[in-house]
């Protein structure tokens, strides 16, 4: 059985084996075993197993771009990035579309157990549990049966690499199919007759001659091995050698052991030929009439000595023409008239005409073979600048405009000095707005009534105070100010028209015997996440985490969020809040910093009373709250 693309991932997870036990366990280790592996993060312990009472569902199809098809979850078919089947649907009786890469989704033919053939793409096959093809198979072609079939019968296929239930000890993976199949998909059929399930099929090391440059292989060309072609492949998986009988490119010869450098006319042990061998000067002429001919009589080698051509002056160049010595005087001339030109032991050198008539605020250079020296131009164009030549540097001295005043501005404008008064005006009617020392002096108006229950204000320049608005809107609370913070205390007797509230603490909700009482949300769900708000000291935290989390400020808002959250969701606690208002007001402590106030609003709503069902029976311990009637 082959596994899934996804079947790399490590990471243990809760896998339901086929006969409906959970083991934790890698998805490769799973899918060979027959079994359907959960999402990231699922233990056993969750009861994953079962359908339909499983939190994840009955499986279904799963269908991928390149048509192959596993047996998932819905949830985690999504996370693996394919798409659900119906629900009951199944990879045995699905064909999934198949859209890239585009050669996988090629129909071919595609041969099942029961010798059934079904023209499908190359995944498509797999997913259904079939043995696909070739690319260009029919099933008009009988491929699904031997031996009448063109292909033949299957044998032992040897594939180098892959996923496969039983690897042979080297990684290769054996396959029973057609020769011809084996070799269209890259591997070495072992001839017909054979199947994988003989002792060793693909061998238990590598195989000279199987096309696999192999380790301790210096070349493998498979059925291009030879021990007679020039520069093949060794049938023993080594390289071409000077001396081994063939004579390869590059080499002259290769007479093998018979290779000699002393034999008279025998191949050279470096694949050379000897020399042929000469009695006579005459027999060495080049026609060369700048060579000197020759014959070592003792080595029968022709010496074709070049006629040596030396004026001993390094400024010629010397040669041999018709076999007389030529020495021509090199040329130095660059072309320019503004360098003097000379050759100096053997080398061209240009010298540039030096001009310099001693001032250095001129520009001097040499214009046509004549020195020019022109006057540095040292004008900025600022008409607040005095400019000059000093040392060959130019010097742009600004004007200075200094009135002694350090409440004025004071610039050159056009080459006149010009002093503004400091514009200290912030165009706040709330600020009185000064000069001093140079420094803008903008102070504010301070309005105080020494009232931290009104919000005190410099209005267009007159203090105006205002009464904090302290209404929740709620006829059954009663709305006050204290020390500037709101309290919104419920009536008690309530008023006619309010009813009761409920609300479980986060006590109750974090307690082991209790969180069967969760709904929509999960223990292991993130706090952060859940929220959307980004944590200080419940980074990280899970919900479960956060309600059990001491402390105050934002560990204690933590705690009655996550109660105030679960108390939202349950259909047996007539809680004060919505779902989006405990959001919006966990939400808008973390943007304030306001955790106390935020805590306080959710508390008075938390110990109101609980009455989760937790004896079958509905109620509970019914608390004081009340809100208008519906």
């Known amino acids: 059985m082959a596994v899934s693309v996804f079947a790399t991932d490590p990471v243990p997870r809760a896998c339901c ?55 998932e979850w819905p949830q985690q078919c999504e996370y693996l990035g394919g798409t659900p089947g119906p629900e009951g649907s199944a990879c045995s009786n699905l064909v999934c579309t198949c859209t890239v890469p585009a050669d996988e989704c090629d129909l071919r033919a595609c041969c099942f157990d029961d010798g059934s053939c079904e023209e499908l793409g190359n995944y498509q096959c797999i997913g259904r549990g079939g043995h696909p093809g070739g690319a260009t198979t029919t099933c008009d072609a009988f491929i699904c049966g031997c031996p009448d079939q063109p292909l033949g019968c299957p044998a032992a296929c040897c594939i180098p690499t892959g996923h496969c239930d039983n690897p042979e000890p080297n990684g290769q993976c054996c396959w029973d199919e057609p020769v011809a199949l084996c070799e269209s998909d890259g591997g070495i059929s072992r001839g017909e007759g054979t199947t994988c399930a003989d002792v060793d099929p693909c061998g238990s090391g590598p195989v000279c001659g199987d096309g696999n440059l192999d380790p301790g292989e210096e070349c493998d060309n498979g059925d291009l091995n030879s021990d007679t072609e020039p520069g093949a492949c060794r049938t023993d998986c080594t390289l071409p050698y000077c001396g081994d009988g063939v004579v390869d490119p590059g080499e002259q010869c290769d007479d093998g052991a018979a290779n000699s450098d002393t034999e008279p006319g025998a191949c050279r042990t470096d694949c050379t030929r000897a020399p042929s061998g000469c009695t006579d000067d005459s027999e060495c002429n080049d026609q060369d009439p700048c060579t000197t001919d020759s014959c070592d009589s003792t080595t029968g080698t022709c010496i074709n000595e070049p006629k040596v051509c030396v004026d001993g002056d390094p400024c010629t160049d010397d040669s041999c023409v018709l076999g007389i010595c030529v020495f021509t005087t090199i040329t130095c001339d660059d072309q320019d008239t503004c360098t003097t030109d000379e050759c100096v032991d053997g080398a061209c050198v240009n010298t540039p005409v030096q001009c310099d008539d001693n001032d250095a605020c001129t520009a001097d250079a040499c214009v046509n073979g004549a020195c020019v020296s022109t006057p540095i131009d040292c004008d900025d164009n600022d008409a607040c600048t005095r400019d000059s030549c000093d040392g060959g540097e130019c010097v742009n001295t600004p004007i200075t405009c200094n009135d002694d005043d350090a409440c004025t501005t004071d610039e050159c404008v056009d080459g006149e000095c010009v002093s503004t008064p400091m514009n200290c005006d912030d165009g706040d009617a709330c600020t009185r707005d000064s000069c ?112 059990g989390t001491g402390g105050g400020g934002e560990a204690a808002l933590g705690r009655h969020a996550v109660a105030a959250l679960l108390n939202s969701t349950r259909g047996d606690v007539d809680y004060y809040y919505s779902t989006d208002e405990v959001m919006t007001i966990v939400q808008n402590a973390y943007q304030t910093g306001e955790f106390e106030l935020a805590k306080n609003m959710l508390a008075s709503q938390n110990e109101l009373g609980c009455t989760v069902d937790t004896s079958g029976k509905k109620g509970g311990d019914a608390g004081h709250g009340w809100h208008p009637a519906d």
């Open 17 to 71: 084996l086929p006969d409906g036990t959970c083991a934790q366990i890698t998805i490769e280790q799973c899918e060979l075993q027959g079994g359907v592996s959960g999402g990231g993060g699922t233990t056993c312990d969750l009861f994953i197993c079962g359908c339909p009472d499983s939190p994840l569902g009955c499986t279904s199809a799963c269908c991928f771009e390149n048509g192959a098809c596993f047996d």
């Open 436 to 547: 001093d020392g140079g420094e803008c002096v903008n102070t504010p108006i301070t309005c105080n009534d020494d009232d931290a229950c009104t919000t005190d204000e410099c209005v267009d320049g007159a203090c105006v105070f205002s009464p904090i608005d302290c209404s929740d809107g709620d006829d059954c609370t009663r709305d006050t100010c204290d020390g500037g913070v709101c309290s919104h205390t419920l009536i008690d007797p309530p008023p006619p028209g309010c009813q009761q509230y409920a609300g479980c603490t986060p006590g109750f909700w974090k307690q082991r015997q209790h969180l069967q009482y969760w709904t929509n949300y999960a223990t292991t769900d993130l706090y952060e996440e859940v929220f959307g708000v980004e944590a200080t000291i419940l980074h990280g935290k899970t919900l479960l985490d956060a309600a």
